[in-house]
T-cell receptor
Framework: GAVVSQHPSRVICKSGTSVKIECRSL??????MFWYRQFPKQSLMLMATSNEGSKATYEQGVEKDKFLINHASLTLSTLTVTSAHPEDSSFYIC??????????????FGPGTRLTVL | KQEVTQIPAALSVPEGENLVLNCSFTDSAIYNLQWFRQDPGKGLTSLLLIQSSQREQTSGRLNASLDKSSGRSTLYIAASQPGDSATYLCAADNYGQNFVFGPGTRLSVLP
């Protein structure tokens, strides 16, 4: 099946710094990638939809200036958490659609990035 | 706005039991419904995907059904094993626009 990777898998940073998380589709081209956030013992919440070559679409309540998304190529999307604060500590997961999948645009998920802001 | 719920929130069973996890969604105009497994601190593992035109999918000891008209999906796990212990999430795909996840069912299978 299609593989999606994320880097880094875990990051600890000081409050006020910016952190970049990469999401890559390794064996397919993804015109659309998604970014989710998961707080402890809660489910995944969609943050934004990342479209290659255009601006991301953010869900209601997600600050676009704080969570910068860039989808510069068909295999890479990045999420930058700017001026991170402890409340941004969370598990961030990306996914990508494999548009030629024989099972109907299935989403493939990355392994996630654990962000801890001190 | 699509809302997805899962029942029960948590389940503890002895090894060997057959069990059913339930997922309900409010908007039946879905593209597909997908079941995932998530181990603590880990990412998602896709288990089964049911397209809107299908009624069920099977993989090994897992069987997932979909009833769009009633807004329900069930995940059946046969002969449960301790290794099945994890959180199971269902997600409704609204015509490729976005995925809405349920809150999950935390399953513990006791040896």
């Amino acid at each position: 099946g299609a593989v999606v990777s994320q880097h880094p898998s875990r990051v600890i940073c000081k409050s006020g710094t910016s952190v970049k998380i990469e999401c890559r589709s390794l064996d397919f081209q993804a015109t659309t990638m998604f970014w989710y956030r998961q707080f402890p013992k809660q489910s995944l919440m969609l943050m934004a939809t990342s479209n290659e070559g255009s601006k991301a679409t953010y869900e209601q309540g997600v600050e676009k200036d704080k969570f910068l998304i860039n989808h510069a190529s068909l295999t890479l999307s990045t999420l930058t958490v700017t001026s991170a604060h402890p409340e941004d500590s969370s598990f961030y997961i990306c996914s990508a659609r494999e548009p030629t999948s024989g099972i109907g645009n299935e989403q493939f998920f990355g392994p996630g990035t654990r962000l801890t802001v001190l | 706005k699509q809302e997805v719920t899962q029942i029960p929130a948590a389940l503890s069973v002895p090894e060997g039991e057959n069990l059913v996890l339930n997922c309900s969604f409010t908007d039946s105009a879905i593209y597909n419904l997908q079941w995932f497994r998530q181990d603590p601190g880990k990412g998602l593992t896709s288990l089964l995907l049911i397209q809107s035109s299908q009624r069920e999918q099977t993989s090994g000891r897992l069987n997932a059904s979909l009833d769009k008209s009633s807004g329900r999906s069930t995940l059946y796990i046969a002969a449960s094993q301790p290794g099945d212990s994890a959180t199971y999430l269902c997600a409704a795909d609204n015509y490729g626009q976005n995925f809405v996840f349920g809150p999950g069912t935390r399953l513990s299978v006791l040896p």
